[in-house]
């Protein structure tokens, strides 16, 4: 008999309009060593209490580590990491549970002299998760191909053992211990499956930082800036760095201690510590500071600890002090977990970093401070108040991604770290194409890949060098671990808007976004604003956004099932495109305003480019589309328009308004092909501005009437009643002399046409194009 284990409380839907989604997660399979035999010769009792005392024991490691437990197979239990939430370690939470479910298993006493021996297999790959049922004990939670991988591993693996498959030993590479074995044979896997076993975790190393800092100069001045003042005057300041992963955190902190030594000629101490993901010991940061200013290294016996303890502590405490602070701060380095002893070491710790600012200059600094236990930041909490008390020269520097709770003080500086322009990751790239061997002109190929995050160059260059397809250039693991993380950081809704305006080209609208995702108009502009603030999403002009990186993009719009990407887009393309300006709506009352109005082109390659083929729609009728086979007139604003040869037909007369005056700000003057009796309304007079209705060059279209619009989705354009209505009619091109082609009068009679030089396509600033 089987005890299932189940949530006592199912956890709800989440608030969003995807019941599915595809994910990458790590599955964990873990089944008893000769079960069968084990059950034949104990007792139906025996047995009973011994499937207890194993499913009570694992189930409790997996939740431990955040696992899911998906079902429970005869004596097989498997569980799922990252279904519902990722943060980048889903295949290292898995392996370090498998690793304690042997563990655990060892030290805890079975029935009788029964001994549980288990093997455990881990495997990472993509599958199609239900996220309603996303919670331990739910059935059918995830489907894919790495199921049956997870199961085929803890086949192969000896018992007490964790087998890994390449995706997961990739995952943890530099945090796991591993030992790579002879490719297995699968049945039906062509061709034999390469193993891995897990051995233990390891303590990461420092990043290598040997090449030359690209960018950031302006970060770098603003930090040495806000530290030499805190040095100078004796006030202690703490500086938080912000940054997405791959953003270049560790690279400028690095920088920092390379670079800022001394003050005023005073020698400046670094401490340097590093939160690691999930670390057995809440306190192991700030044991890391006390083994960086007193020398100590891993794998130091126990007199060489209390040797360089004693000559740290000599010249701050008194010797008796000294004698009784040693044994409390060995054990601290050995375990600094929780304890009360270990919490007595931390502060004496603490007292040991104020009495070396007392006599030096200080700077603290804790990289990946998001990943550090609440007793850790109390830590950091009461050096820093204290030393600000004591008016101590001391600094406190910080490292974290934009997401994490900020438990910072008040007084604290916070500095973005954003990404590289395109020149620095240019630059960057071709920097590290060369030092991996690679050529230099796959820099252009990387370039719009990478999104100015060096994090994210480096793995492309990484994933070349183990020999990606130079051809695709697929996203790397490493990029799609954070982005994924990224994503999953959001709430329901905003999470929602992002991966549906991932599937939505170019320059995205919130009108698309809503259209996509059926909401009201407007619904989803809360949502896109929240992006933007988390630094997901750059704004564009009217009502438009764009990703900040082309990976968050692919990830976002690769997480929706298949035919739901479909119906997204095809309900985003029945939304009115960002270039179009609506009939009869009022202009912006002045030119930046209206460079505000024109926005980026979907499809484009950068922001404010055209697409191609836009000089031929540009030249033949600037504003007209087709919709359903017919074409419309539109409202195009001409604010610059330059005729052909320099020559102005006709001049708009705007009124001097300043420094938005075209004349004044060094702008040619509009020019159009108009009737002097076109009518103008007040309103019109007013905006400085002239209105064009375009008509198709050729076609029968009916004669139409202008009439007043309802505002636009985003609302950056209200309606305003049009107070004289012009009629639009479409007439044939007419053969005008020498270059000249027929354009209709705006406001004319019927029969009336007007020649004027054909202009050349104008590109605004924003880079609108626009022709007469």
């Known amino acids: 008999m089987t005890t299932i284990i189940v949530d006592a409380q199912r956890t709800s839907t989440p608030h969003w309009p995807v019941p599915q989604e595809r994910r990458t997660v790590t599955v964990l399979f873990a089944d008893i060593v000769g079960s069968t035999a084990l059950v034949d010769r104990l007792d139906p009792e025996d047995v009973r209490a011994l499937q207890r005392a194993y499913f009570d024991t694992v189930a409790g490691v997996l939740h431990r ?238 007199a060489v600890v209390h040797d360089r303890l004693v000559a740290a502590l000599a010249s701050l405490f008194p010797p008796e002090r000294v004698a009784a602070a040693i044994p409390t701060l060995q054990r601290f380095l050995t375990t600094p977990d929780g304890s009360s002893a270990a919490l007595a070491g931390a502060a004496i710790c603490r007292d040991v970093l104020l009495r070396l600012a007392a006599h030096q200059p200080l700077i603290v600094a804790v990289d990946d401070v998001d990943r550090a236990a609440p007793a850790m ?51 960057l790239l071709r920097h590290l194409l060369t030092r991996a061997g690679q050529p230099v002109t796959l820099a252009d190929r990387l370039l719009h890949l990478v999104g100015g995050r060096p994090g994210h160059a480096a793995a492309y260059v990484r994933s070349i060098m183990d020999g990606a397809d130079r051809v695709t250039l697929p996203l790397p693991d490493a990029v799609r671990r954070a982005v994924c993380a990224e994503l999953d950081h959001l709430d329901g809704e905003r999470r ?23 909401w009201a108009p407007g619904r989803s502009a809360p949502a896109l604003r929240g992006l933007v603030a988390a630094g997901l999403l750059l704004p564009r002009r009217a009502d438009g956004y764009a990703f900040v990186a082309p990976a968050l993009r692919q990830v976002a719009a690769e997480r929706l099932p298949r035919a739901l990407r479909a119906v997204f887009g095809r309900r985003a393309a029945e939304a ?42 540009a030249v033949s009728g ?13 409202v195009v604003p001409l604010d610059v328009v330059r005729a052909r040869d320099g020559r102005l037909d006709v001049v708009l007369a705007v009124p001097p308004s300043g420094p938005t005056d075209p004349l004044r700000r060094g702008l040619p003057s509009s020019t159009m092909a108009t009737s002097p ?55 044939p091109a007419v053969p005008g002399p020498a270059g000249r082609t027929a354009a209709a009068a705006v406001g004319a009679p019927p029969d009336v046409v007007r020649t004027g030089p054909r202009p050349p396509l104008i590109r605004w600033p924003t880079g609108l194009a626009a022709s007469a």
């Open 576 to 617: 009115p495109p960002l270039d179009t300006v609506r009939p009869d709506a009022a202009l912006p009352r002045d030119h930046a305003a209206a460079d505000r109005a024109g926005s980026d082109r979907p499809g484009s390659d950068r922001p404010g480019s055209d697409r191609p083929g836009s000089d031929r729609a």
């Open 677 to 731: 009796t076109a009518p103008t309304g007040g309103a019109n007079r007013s905006l400085g501005f002239r209105r064009l209705r375009a008509v198709a060059s050729a076609g029968d279209v009916p004669p139409t009437r202008a009439s007043a619009t309802p505002n636009n989705a985003g609302g950056h354009w209200p309606a305003a009643p049009d107070r004289s209505p012009a009629t639009i009619r479409a007439v």
């Open 622 to 634: 600037s504003g007209v589309r087709r919709a359903e086979g017919v074409r419309r007139a539109e």
């Open 65 to 302: 580590w955040q696992g899911v437990v998906e079902k429970y197979v005869g004596d097989a239990v498997m569980a799922l990491f990252g279904v519902r939430h990722s943060d980048g370690f889903d295949a290292y939470r898995a392996v370090r549970a498998g690793l304690e479910i042997q563990a655990a298993l060892d030290r805890r006493p079975m029935v009788g002299d029964s001994r549980l021996r288990v093997r455990v297999g881990v495997a990472t790959g993509e599958v199609v998760v239900d996220l309603g049922s996303a919670v331990s004990g739910g059935h059918g939670v995830a489907s894919g191909a790495v199921i049956t991988t997870a199961a085929r591993l803890q086949e192969y693996a000896p018992p007490g053992a964790v087998a890994l498959c390449a995706a997961t030993a990739r995952a943890t590479a530099g945090l796991i211990t591993q030992r790579q074995l002879t490719p297995v044979s699968v049945a039906g896997r062509v061709p034999p499956m390469p193993v891995w076993h897990a051995v233990g975790p390891v303590r990461p190393g420092t990043d290598r930082h040997d090449g030359p800092l690209i960018g950031r100069r302006r970060e770098l001045a603003t930090i040495r800036d806000q530290l030499s003042r805190a040095i100078r005057e004796q006030d202690p300041r703490w500086i938080s760095l912000v940054g997405p992963t791959g953003s270049g955190r560790s690279r400028l902190l690095h920088e920092l201690t390379r670079g800022l030594t001394t003050v005023d000629g005073m020698p400046v101490r670094w401490c340097v510590a590093t939160c690691q993901p999930y670390p057995d010991q809440v306190m192991a940061p700030a044991a890391e500071l006390l083994r960086g200013l007193a020398g100590v290294r891993h794998g130091d016996g126990p």
């Open 377 to 427: 930041s109390r830590f950091l909490h009461a050096l820093f108040s204290t030393a600000t008390a004591r008016g101590l020269p001391l600094a406190l520097i910080t490292l974290h991604q934009p997401q994490w709770a900020d438990t910072r003080p008040s007084p604290a500086r916070r500095v973005t770290i954003g990404p590289l322009a395109t020149v620095q990751s240019g630059r």
């Open 496 to 518: 929602a808007v992002l991966m549906a305006a991932a599937t939505i080209g170019g320059v995205v609208s919130g009108a698309a976004v809503d259209r996509a995702l059926s």
